[in-house]
Each structure stands twice: as C-alpha cells, then as structure tokens.
C-alpha cells in the first residue's frame, strides 16, 4: 500500500501500516478533491500502540520532573516555530480559514504553556505533625495508558486539551483522531519526535468505530478523554466506565445566546454573527439560538441579516475568506436538509446560504450564512445540533422565559448574555444551567488555566477539560502517612481505630 497518499499510523515513534487495510477519504473542503485516503486501524493495530505506550510508561513514568518539563519547552518552542505549517494542514483537511486555524494552535499550545508549569502544579501537600511525632502528605502518581479520541472541528486544538498534561504528568498517550482530518495529529507525532520525546510515549491510530471500542475495551488502558458528539460521548463513557476506566466525554451543543433590549445592538449583532458564522459554525462553543429578548427583535434582526450578508466565503487558504466551507459533502447535505426543514416547519429564512457557489471552488462543500427567524422549539433545527453556519432566532417575551428555555435544552456548553444591566447579567449567570457563561462575550472558551467542560447532555463524567481538572484526571492521588521512631520509643499500639494523640 502507498503511503505517499495513504495516511499511516504512528507507533513507538515511526510510521506504520500494521495490519490495516481499510481507508477513509481524506477530502480537501475547497475544492471537492479527495487529497488522501487515511487507514482505519483493526483492533490488533490499537493493540500494537497500547504495547509501544506500554512499554514506555516503564521509563517515562519515572522521569523525572525536570527530563518532562525539558521536552515540554522544546515541544511548545517547535509547535511554536511550526504553526503555520499546522494550521495550513489544518485549513487543508477541515476547510476552516486560516487564520481561524491559526487561532485554533494557539489555543492548543497555550495548554501546552500550562502544562510547562507542571512543576507547581504536581505539588503535593504536606502535613506536619498531624499526631504526636506522625506527618502526613499528599501526592499524586500518573495513571498509566491514556487515550484520546478527538472530532474533525478542532484537529490541532482538542487533542492539544489532552496531551500535554497527560504526559507531563508522566503518562503514555494514544490519540485517535477524527479520520476526516487526521494530519495535524502525525504532524504533532513528528514534532514530539524532534522534541526528544522518547519513542512510544506518543502515538497516533487512525480508525472508525473499531478502533474506538478496541480503546474503550483494552484492559491495559486506564483512561479515556473523548470528544466528539452527544451520542457517542454517552456510549464511550458507559463503554468506558463499565470497563473499569476513568473517562471523562465532552458531547455536542445548542448554544444559546439572550440580546436584552438594553444591550448595544450594534454590538451584539456584530458577535453574534462572528459567533454562528464562524468556521462556518462547526465549533462547539458555536452560537447556534440567539434569544431576541422582547423589543430586542426586531432591530437586531435588520442587523444580523446585514451582518450575516456581509461574510466573505470563499476557501480558507485565501486570505480574503472570512468563512471556509464544510467538511464533507455529507455534512453539507445534513445541514442544507435541516434548513429545508425549518422552512417547511415555519421559520422565516430571512438571509438563505443554501446553494452557495463560490466562483473557482464550484465543487467545494460550502453553505453559506443562514439566519432563521420565528424558530419554535419543536422544530428540528432548534432540537438538532446543525453544526453549521445556521443562526435560529426565538423571541422569547422576557429574560425569565429566555432563562427557563435555555435550561429546558438537553446540552448544556456554553452560553451567553448581551446587556448592559449588571444585575440582569448576575441573575443569568448564576441561574443558567450551562457549564461556561459569556456576558458580552458570545464565545466563552476558557483559557488553558482554566478547565473546559459543559454540563447536561454536553459533558459525561466528573472532569472538565485541561486547566486544574485535567491535571486531576490524568493523575491519582496517594496519601502517605509516616513515622520514624527512635529504637526504645514504646510502642502505644493499640487494637483501636487510630486516632490523633
Ligand atoms: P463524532 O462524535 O462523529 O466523532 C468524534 C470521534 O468519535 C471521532 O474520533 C470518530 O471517529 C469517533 N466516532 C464516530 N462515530 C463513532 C461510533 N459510532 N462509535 C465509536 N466512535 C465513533 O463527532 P464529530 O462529528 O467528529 O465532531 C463534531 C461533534 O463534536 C459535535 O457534536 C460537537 O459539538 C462536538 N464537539 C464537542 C466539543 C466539546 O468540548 N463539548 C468540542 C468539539 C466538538
């Protein structure tokens, strides 16, 4: 089999087919050209990554924190020197404009910055003296294998809220990354490589489904980070769990913004439509509802279809292109279709991306902006998660209605208010259930020091992502308390439960 434009395995530090011969297509967005075929690993070749990290858990396991935090600065100054090299393969495989792509490194390598600060955040703690001539303290060792298994909106970024703080806190990793753009992941592979990353600790098996249960049911792996959609979040972390795994699953999104009438219009439809529209709204923290809260409608309304009008699309490779195009002609199809269905259900297309043609990219996946007035809660673009450049518009009367809409939905990601009233902001804040609140900012994606991670349908298990929750994950923590008495010091031992003295 060529490799020259079949997309291999990484393995205890080298490419490699191992048995696999299944493919998937790897396509270019912008021009509708299937760039490569990437392989789809059968359970022996997960088997033969879960070897290769096995085995160098022995050594880096027991690395010591400095050796770590040494290849972490080199593997930050390399993603660092490389960016833009990984953000066009980015833009290549995804579609996503490139300098959204280079937003999405940036993003990924401010957890890598994180995790360079491992030394103080693997301090334990220390108890002095906790009974007479008896001391106490607390640290915490890795867990072993870990994996990860990532989707196609984020190929750079996602894997990059895992990786780096799972092996800086001294464990082996195995990525599974979205088969629709799987190269940024072999890029990272080479530069862990270049930054003295020893062989194995790294490694990369592409797949379907069949590698993901062949992750979620080897006994030698001991926790699973996924991220990807509601349906298969809640079966990895049920697969998961029952296998005796820590695992931690961040789902899909219907995330809902509320325009207050006293907020700056202007403003807020200038961020709501960068919110839906951008890539092309294939972005968990997307903007897909915008709650247009009483006499806020009508004004915003005449904005955002001027606002959503204005976007440049085109392929992401030109610099001109604000907005790329889908990533796959199948998720093209979904969202034109659910488009066609919220105009047969009632809503109101008031500016209509389907159809699109971008001169020069007639076969490209594009849609174009879509905003959809009048959208009720019954209708399938407010149930389903469009993942698309769709805004749906509600109106509800007052911002208690709007409050109790958005905790009726089953996700729970992100959210956002638009006001200029604190006291309305604080109530919304404090009684919207949702895990990552904007106010006045429409996408709230926390920063590496902080953990990401949703509430409801959009996040399984008791971890959030990256920050101090991820440091958490990927460690346990061990409890140790100790004394050494001098020879002759009499015993006290008793049969009675311990106390202090
Ligand atoms: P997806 O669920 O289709 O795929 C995610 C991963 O699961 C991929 O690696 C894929 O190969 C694997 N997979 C797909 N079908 C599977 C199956 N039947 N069994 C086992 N594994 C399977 O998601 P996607 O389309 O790649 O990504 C988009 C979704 O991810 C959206 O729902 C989006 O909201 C969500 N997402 C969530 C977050 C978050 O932080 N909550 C972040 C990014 C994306």
Redesign the pocket.
Known sequence: MSIATTIPHWIGGTRTSGVSTRTSPVWNPATGERQADVLLAEPSDVDAAVAAATAAFESWGESSISTRVKVLFAFREIVNRRAGELAALVTDEHGKVLSDAAGEVQRGLEVVEFACSIPTLSKGAYSDQVSTDIDSFTFRQPLGVCAG??????PAM?PMWMFPIAIATGNTFVL?????DPSAAMLLAEMWAEAGLPDGVFNVVH???VA??AILDHPDIAAVSF????P?AR??HGRGTANGKRVQA????KNHAIVLPDADMEFAAHHLAAAAFGSAGER?MAISAALAVGSAGDHLMELLDAQARAVKVGPGRDAASEMGPIVTPESRDRIVGLIDSGAAQGAQVRVDGRGLVVPGHENGFFVGPTVLDHVTTEMDVYTN?I?GPVLSVLRPGDVDEAIDLINANPYG?GTAVFTNSGGAARRFVRGVKVGMVGVNVPVPVPMAYHS?G?WKD??FGEHHMHGPEGVEFYTRAKVVTQRWPESGTPSGASLDMPTAR
């Open positions: 298994i990532t989707p196609f909106n984020f996602v599974k990354p979205s088969e629709r797949g379907d489904k993901v249960d991220v990807g959609s509601t298969i079966y990895v961040l789902g899909g999104a968990c998660e993942f990601n990401f949703g959009s996040l």
